[in-house]
Nanobody
Framework: QVQLVESGGGLVQAGGSLRLSCAAS????????MGWYRQAPGKQRELVGD???????NYADSVKGRFTISRDNAKNTVFLQMNSLKSEDTAVYYC??????????????WGQGTQVTVSS
């Protein structure tokens, strides 16, 4: 089985920083895209950004210049460094990853979500 486990959420004041981590484990053959999404109360889940195994990164306009995505391929881990946080960044943050298992089946997996709350 494959799973994604997130960590690093919490409560922070506006202007502060948080770093989220998401580690994939299990019977993994390879991982292509890893990404972060968020869902605020009453809103649809939206893309924050994603990164390919080759390091190509895509960000939502709302977080460009404030958030940084990186990954450690050796540890099957993706990170989200969030700086200059705003109240509108408050949401549950989810990681996902396009993972090919040792069975050679490719599935999009999701983490359980971690709450980020920014107080103004």
């Amino acid at each position: 089985q494959v799973q994604l486990v997130e960590s690093g959420g919490g409560l922070v004041q506006a202007g502060g920083s948080l770093r989220l981590s998401c580690a994939a484990s299990g019977s993994i053959y390879s991982i292509n895209v890893m990404g972060w999404y968020r869902q605020a109360p009453g809103k649809q889940r939206e893309l924050v950004g994603d990164i390919t195994s080759g390091g190509r990164i895509n960000y939502a306009d709302s977080v460009k210049g404030r958030f940084t995505i990186s990954r450690d391929n050796a540890k099957n881990t993706v990170f989200l460094q969030m700086n200059s946080l705003k109240s509108e960044d408050t949401a549950v943050y989810y990681c996902n990853a396009q993972i090919t298992a040792i069975t050679r089946y490719t599935v999009l997996y999701w983490g359980q979500g971690t709450q980020v709350t920014v107080s103004s």
